[in-house]
T-cell receptor, first 114, second 113 residues
């Protein structure tokens, strides 16, 4: 199976620390999409970013940044100056071969304390 | 204005009962999904419909039957509920071929007692 691996099950940081969530994926496809979703304690799934396999440019959105490296099949997510409101489970995902569904990693639970 | 809405948000029921979860999206998307999130937070695709046609049916017991009356609705009916069916069920939708991200409903927490 072409899976998505988030090796960090839980991470705890103190406010204002930077934190990086790792994501490694497997694929035999040349075209695919990668995603990050956030699941706060309230339970909903919030879309954060999509990246296609042809675009290796890093992306920054406020305190969030993403580093996509095809050479290592990684799509890591960094939160700069973390805040308590960043506490959530973060899921990395990739599109399946047909592009019709998402394959999720097992998630990383991030706890930010004040 | 909710984009993908599921009802109910919470559902507690006894083993052996039959229950349904409803999902509606007002985004005009062609594709809708059901995902299951287990107690360890693992999310897995169950079903996918495109314009009312089933296109993905993962290894799910046939007690689970999705129904899509129109492309804005995808309901999930579960027969003879078992304890192991307890989970959070998420409905999602996706636009056209170039829109690969899925937008999720708020989830339905099903507890079978």
């Amino acid at each position: 199976a072409q899976k998505v691996t988030q090796a960090q099950t839980e991470i705890s940081v103190v406010e204002k620390e930077d934190v990086t969530l790792d994501c490694v994926y497997e694929t035999r496809d040349t075209t695919y999409y990668l995603f990050w979703y956030k699941q706060p304690p309230s339970g909903e799934l919030v879309f954060l970013i999509r990246r296609n396999s042809f675009d290796e440019q890093n992306e920054i959105s406020g305190r969030y940044s993403w580093n996509f490296q095809k050479s290592t099949s990684s799509f890591n997510f960094t939160i700069t100056a973390s805040q308590v409101v960043d506490s959530a489970v973060y899921f990395c995902a990739r599109s399946n071969q047909a592009g019709t569904a998402l394959i999720f990693g097992k998630g990383t639970t991030l706890s930010v304390s004040s | 204005d909710t984009a993908v809405s599921q009802t109910p948000k919470y559902l507690v029921t006894q083993m052996g009962n039959d229950k349904s979860i409803k999902c509606e999206q007002n985004l005009g998307h062609d594709t809708m999904y059901w995902y299951k999130q287990d107690s360890k937070k693992f999310l897995k695709i169950m079903f996918s419909y495109n314009n009312k046609e089933l296109i993905i049916n993962e290894t799910v017991p046939n007690r689970f039957s999705p129904k899509s009356p129109d492309k804005a609705h995808l309901n999930l009916h579960i027969n003879s509920l078992e304890l192991g069916d307890s989970a959070v069920y998420f409905c999602a939708s996706r636009g056209g071929i170039s829109d690969t991200e899925a937008f999720f409903g708020q989830g339905t927490r099903l507890t079978v007692v």
